[in-house]
């Protein structure tokens, strides 16, 4: 009984501390921003000037870019990743070939953002360039291309973004598309439509709501990316209507300048990063809302299917009708005027199955390059010195990444040391402590809201805790910085490891009269372990391929490892260094080999991940 107690304590302790750093944050981003706040007020919002001489400041032109770019990117990603979603859901090939494929678009997810910043500079700039040029020479009447081509500008960087949000926007409709009932697939085929019939005025209709989250969540996504912005958008303080001209992101202002900034500067930086918090959290609170609160749009859904199933717009002689108290679709027949011909029917199914076919070998397209880039690139110099030796000077040769590798290990394994224990405690007591709660719903919100915030912001937060107070910045500056930004993922992973658990295991070990600590200790978590060892993994892989929040608290050091308290180099800062503030070649070539360690890394992370997953 006294160890269950404890247990107790010990995980509601534990739940107490995910909502403690949550308003922490919060309040420590104010704190610092709270000089220029009472300085610049609202009209730091709307003005364009930043003087770090004159101390005059104004985000304007970034609140533009940010926008602009994010839903430019969120544009092209919608159509690509719901119809990539559509090719995977609905059985277009056979499942032992799709798998693969489906591997293959999550695979975008996990390659860091520095590497697509650095592929972005070196392979896709480069590639679209004689575009960029016939767009400027074709078409400079119109304003969005009024511009000549700028080495670093928008339009790449919306590109890529695109390709970063489009496995999120996939994942989630394909996930929408496969959990609809199939009575309404088979309903619908047996009244004689067609797949494609089928899909745009049933499933898609049907799955609306979830197609909306995939797309703010995306959005969210896109507002707080930070190194891919900061290395291609061209980091320029002005409103540009033209694409092709550079521009400047909220993030992008914060990671270029944060490093050489003091007194009301970094309060104006911080400032800038409440006003991206503020607007993220606005946008993932969004999606919450349509996941977990269907029912308060279910009007504005109901009105949206019934625009797509009506007489004007259907071909065949049926329609969906979703009743209000009732989670079941019916596919009711109906005499409803056939508007086409067999032969365009299949005209258009063709053209269809082509159109998402394209979509998904385009994506697979992107990753090809990705990987193709950085393997080309960064073998080269995979030999033993780049594990052995330091980075070299600006003009010399040779050189090895050994600093940076070790520095990589020591800040992932705080965060793994400080986040593992947290995240654990706190799943049991959402799952097994305490269900269906107010405080666990919660728990589970400040959960899922801190998961799209902006990594940026997390570096900050430990800027201000560690960095500011011990006047240094240092690994465990940076390992703090992870450990919130890797908690969610491991909340999440290991609640619903805890959730595949039998629940007659439960109630057979309280029939033989266990209490709550023995049922968990020793029936439930051996056997959600490799749930949860997976989601400790997948939280490890995003933690060293992360960047943003290094920059403030690790900073860099070109010398080897001395003390946890010291400044330290990891790959992924250094990738950033060498790729964009360094000319030289022998450090861009290992900023390739550095990024093939990585995306070696978190590859064969993610196979064994998914090994445990279908286990």
Known sequence: MFHNKIFYVLTLFCAFGIVGIAMYIAIELFWIALPAIQTFGFQFLTTTEWNPVKNIYGILPQIYGTLTSSLLALLIAIPLGLGIAIFLSETFLPAKILAPITFLVELLAAIPSVVYGLWGIFVLIPTIKPVLDFLYNHFNWIPLFSTAPSTRAILPTVVVLAIMILPIITAISRDTLVSLPPELRRDAFALGATRWETIIYILIPAGISGIISSGVLALGRALGETMATTMLIGNANRINVSLLAPGSTIASLIANQFSESKGLQVSALLYAALVLMVLTFFVNALAELIIFRFHLISNFLKYIKQLFVFPKFVTKHFQVELPANSSSQIIQSKDIYRTSSIKSRKVFSIIMTTVVILATFVTLLFLISILYSVISNGISRLDIAAFTELPPPPLANGGGLRNAITGTLVVVGISTILSVPLGILTAIYTCEV??????????????????????????????????????????????????????????????????????????????????????????????????????????????????????????????????????????????????????????????????????????????????????
Request: without cysteine; glycine residues 6%; aromatic residues 10%.
């Open 434 to 615: 305490s269900k269906n709660t107010s405080f666990v719903s919660l728990i589970r919100f400040i959960t899922n809201i801190m998961s799209g915030v902006p990594s940026i912001i997390f570096g900050l937060v430990a800027y201000g805790l560690i960095v500011r107070n011990t006047g240094s910045f240092s690994a465990v500056a940076g390992g703090v910085a992870l450990a919130i930004l890797i908690l969610p993922i491991i909340i999440r992973t290991t609640e619903e490891g805890l959730k595949l658990v039998p629940q007659e295991l439960r109630e057979g070990a309280i029939a033989l009269s266990a209490n709550n600590f023995q049922t968990i200790r020793l029936i439930v978590l051996p056997i959600a372990l490799p749930a949860i060892i997976t989601g400790v993994t997948l939280a490890w892989a995003r933690a060293i391929g992360e960047t943003a929040p290094l920059l403030f608290t690790t900073l860099f050091s070109q010398y080897g490892f001395k003390t946890v308290w010291n400044p330290v180099a990891t790959l992924s800062v250094l990738i950033y260094n060498f790729a964009v503030a360094s000319p030289y070649p022998n450090h861009q070539q290992l900023a390739w080999t550095a990024a093939l360690i990585i995306v070696f890394i978190i590859l064969i992370v993610s196979i064994i991940s998914r090994i445990f997953i279908r286990q």
